[in-house]
């Protein structure tokens, strides 16, 4: 099973500046295999990056993904208000399980 | 619109049954993967357990908690999910999200049911 460890546990940042958030896997993976996911209080995830660095429909293009390996990182640059929220990465490899990083939660300074 | 609406969720005593069920609308039900995955209060997510269309023959995955207690079922002809949980603990209790699973993401998500075992 891969082990996703994501850090910081909490980032306290102010709008418009530029938020890097790191996933780390226990072993590599494949980068079609990692994902990230945003979630507001009170809703659902919602599907923000695949693929390492593919954004989903909709999403802002201030929201990149990268990394290879075992290392990746999500930036979010100019940070909105409504970026506040909790960030999860997952891997989704070609056997279960699938798993998740435990979330950085980002929050206004 | 593309849409997941879960329902069945409640309060249970530990070591009872529930069924929850998700019924999709607005996309390809039959030949879509679909899970569901849960998060207790204030916690992370955890996925739970997937079921492959009918191509694959309704193939089932779980994660080890909770491995020969849940059942994960479909019926195409309802567009409608199913998680059959059985001789539940009190670690179930957690909101339960039925997603659309699409080449490795979980590309849609419903509000979510919440199960209570106390």
């Known amino acids: 099973e891969i082990v996703l460890t994501q850090f910081p546990g909490t980032l306290s940042l102010s709008p418009g500046e530029r938020a890097t958030l790191s996933c780390t896997a226990s072993q590599g993976v494949t980068t079609n295999s990692l994902v990230w996911y945003q979630q507001k209080p009170g809703q659902a995830p919602r599907l923000l990056i695949y693929g390492t660095s593919r954004r989903a429909t909709g999403v802002a293009d201030r929201f990149s993904g990268s990394g290879s390996g075992t290392d990746f990182t999500l930036t979010i640059n100019r940070l909105e208000p409504e970026d506040f929220a909790v960030y999860y990465c997952?891997?989704?490899?070609?056997?279960?399980?699938?798993?998740f990083g435990q979330g950085t939660r980002l929050e206004i300074k | 619109e593309v849409q997941l609406v879960e329902s069945g969720g409640g309060l249970v005593k530990p070591g009872g049954s529930l069924r929850l069920s998700c019924t999709a609308s607005g996309f390809d039900f039959r030949n879509s993967y679909v899970d569901w995955v849960r998060q207790a209060s204030g916690k992370g997510l955890e996925w739970v357990a997937r079921i492959k269309h009918h191509y694959f023959g309704e193939a089932r995955d779980y994660a080890a908690p909770v491995k020969g207690r849940f059942i994960v079922s479909r019926d195409d002809s309802k567009n409608t999910l199913y998680l059959q949980l059985n001789s539940l603990k009190t670690e179930d209790t957690g909101i339960y999200y039925c997603?659309?699973?699409?080449?490795?993401?979980?590309?849609?998500w419903g509000h979510g049911t919440t199960v209570t075992v106390s």
């Open positions: 997952q891997h989704y490899g070609s056997s279960p399980p699938i798993t």
């Open positions: 997603v659309k699973d699409y080449f490795e993401r979980f590309d849609v």
